[in-house]
């Protein structure tokens, strides 16, 4: 695998959050997620059937709970968010990078509720 550095090549900032999965094992998928202000829509939830364990590697981020709690998120923050647990983007500063490591990840997209 050829060497990747994750704060270069970014995409250009567009009306979308930008994906690409950097590794994907059996049981395991890790990605990079570059952020230009997107945030979830009003009313809108992620409820995933794995663990996903997401840092900030440049900018911020907010992430909410659906219990009202929000995870406010600078370089270097990391936190896990068990399965089923739903949460949203509440926040996002012009190029932020997460590295997401997705656990027991299938092969489809997230599941929204």
């Known amino acids: 695998m050829p060497s990747l550095h994750l704060l ?3 995409p250009a900032p567009g009306p979308e ?3 690409e999965e950097i ?3 059996p049981g395991v998928r890790l990605e990079r997620i570059v952020s230009d202000g997107q945030v979830s829509p009003p009313g809108f939830w992620y409820q995933q059937n794995y663990d996903e364990w997401v840092v900030v ?3 911020a981020g907010h992430l909410e709970y659906d219990n009202g709690n929000i995870d406010i998120l600078a370089p270097g923050d990391a936190v896990l968010i068990p399965a089923g647990r739903r949460h949203r983007v509440a926040y996002t500063e012009p190029r932020t990078v997460w590295l997401a490591l997705h656990f027991d990840a299938p092969d489809s997209a997230p599941q929204l509720a």
């Open 8 to 10: 270069q090549n970014l």
């Open 17 to 19: 959050e930008h994906f």
């Open 23 to 25: 590794l994907k094992r």
């Open 57 to 59: 590697l440049q900018g």
